[in-house]
């Protein structure tokens, strides 16, 4: 787990990028610590893809300062960086060459050694499952192999930070755990940024998450800190007949602080570190308004949770 001691592998500092009168990232400043896995996190929109391409030198910000590993980065010249590694959202492989080529091709581009760039090449298509697929061509691919090899194509000249942008988008299950697991053995020795949508992902991979919204940064840290936003660890649904839980909103909010209930549907949520008590008291509403009690259920409070009350339940384009 990263420590505030840690050195800081990236460091970014009142970054901005404006699209026309669009603000994409406000003046975002976010320290990463070496060797730790940051999940990297908003609704879409938000502008995380924007801040990645800025943090690995593709995009020029209009304002503030990006550090790897307390050097300067001067955007336009990453590719010739051997410290950063990119998987984006969208694949970038060779569709004529074979797997191992193109990987031992990236490879050669980082001026590995030829024996060097063959050795890592075969290493990371067994790591991610193509070992059989060496001799494929990149276009005969499943959608999920040309992700796994996207990934590779990133690490083939073993960085010290990657960044990945929705890694485990169009992967199988059995996909996302062998990417996942990969990414948990260099926890220590490779610094990972990683955006996702996939908040069980994040929780189970990432020793800190961050999260921003409309461009700014609205909260970083572990999982287990981020919950206590919430002001309880477990949460209890109470589940009364379809749409009751709107009608039972108001009777119940003048019980406790704002933003103690949620309504969901048929769902009552309700987060408080006096649950029991209060929920004694949401019972006793239910019953005055003559609704259905379907049941109460009590639950892990968990990062969609977080996620949701700092964003809000609004769809984004």
Request: with cysteine.
């Amino acid at each position: 787990m990263a420590t505030h001691e840690q050195a800081i592998a990236l460091r970014v500092d009142e970054i901005s990028k404006h699209f026309g009168d669009l603000v994409a990232v406000d003046r975002l400043s976010l320290d990463v610590h070496r060797g730790e896995i940051l999940g990297f996190l908003g609704p879409n929109g938000a502008g995380k893809t924007t801040a990645l391409r800025m943090m690995c030198g593709l995009l020029r910000p209009d304002g503030g300062t990006i550090e790897i590993n307390g050097k300067p980065l001067v955007p336009g010249r990453s590719r010739g960086i051997r410290e950063i590694g990119v998987a984006p959202q969208n694949l970038v492989i060779w569709e004529t060459l074979t797997c191992v080529e193109q990987l031992e091709l990236a490879a050669r581009l980082y001026d590995q050694p030829p024996r060097v760039a063959r050795a890592r090449a075969e290493h990371l298509l067994e790591v991610f499952g193509l070992a059989d697929k060496a001799r494929r061509l990149g276009k005969t691919l499943s959608g999920g192999m040309q992700r796994r090899l996207n990934i590779a194509l990133g690490l083939v000249h073993e960085p010290e930070l990657l960044f990945l942008d929705e890694p485990q988008a169009g992967l199988d299950p059995q996909s996302r755990v062998l990417v996942r697991d990969y990414l948990q053995s260099l926890r220590g020795t490779m610094t990972i940024v990683i955006t996702t949508h996939d908040m069980e992902e994040a929780e189970k991979l990432a020793d800190r998450v961050c999260i921003i919204d409309r461009g700014k940064l609205l909260v970083v840290d572990t999982v287990a800190r981020l919950k206590n936003h919430l002001g309880a660890s477990q949460l209890i649904e109470v589940v009364v007949d379809a749409g009751a839980s709107q009608s039972l909103l108001p009777a119940v909010a003048k019980l406790a602080p704002p933003g103690t209930f949620v309504a969901e549907g048929e769902k009552l949520l309700l987060t408080s570190t006096g649950s029991t008590a209060l929920l004694a008291r949401v019972l006793d509403e239910v019953s005055r308004l003559g609704l259905h009690l379907v049941g109460v259920h009590m639950r892990d409070a968990t990062l969609e949770d977080v996620f949701i009350g700092l964003t809000g339940r609004r769809l984004r384009e």
